[in-house]
């Protein structure tokens, strides 16, 4: 099996930055696009950044020039840049993504979330 791990949440005063981290664990061959989606109370799950294998990116409009998506293979871990953060950026962040493990097969694992909190 693959697990993802997200980490870095926490609360910031609007304005501030925070790094979120996603770790991929198991029996890994390839780590091909990852995703990091939000979802606020009350609202819809959102991709807010995507990244893929050639390290392409592209984010949703509204975090657009704040945020940037950055992968380690070497690592294999995904991180979520996030600066001028805004109360509306509150949300649980989640990451995601496709994996191919040593054994041929493909997954699509989600982290079990990390809560960011912008208030002040």
């Known amino acids: 099996q693959v697990h993802l791990v997200e980490s870095g949440g926490g609360l910031v005063q609007p304005g501030g930055s925070l790094r979120l981290s996603c770790a991929a664990s198991g029996s890994i061959f390839q780590i091909n696009g990852m995703a990091w989606y939000r979802q606020a109370p009350g609202k819809q799950r959102e991709l807010v950044a995507r990244?893929?294998?050639?390290?392409?990116?592209n984010y949703v409009d509204s975090v657009k020039g704040r945020f940037t998506v950055s992968r380690d293979d070497a690592e294999n871990t995904v991180y979520l840049q996030m600066t001028s953060l805004k109360p509306e950026d509150t949300a649980v962040y989640y990451c995601?993504?496709?994996?191919?493990?040593?054994?041929?097969?493909?997954?699509?694992?989600w982290g079990q979330g990390t809560q960011v909190t912008v208030s002040s």
């Open positions: 990244i893929t294998s050639d390290n392409s990116t």
């Open positions: 995601s993504g496709d994996i191919q493990d040593r054994f041929g097969h493909f997954w699509d694992p």
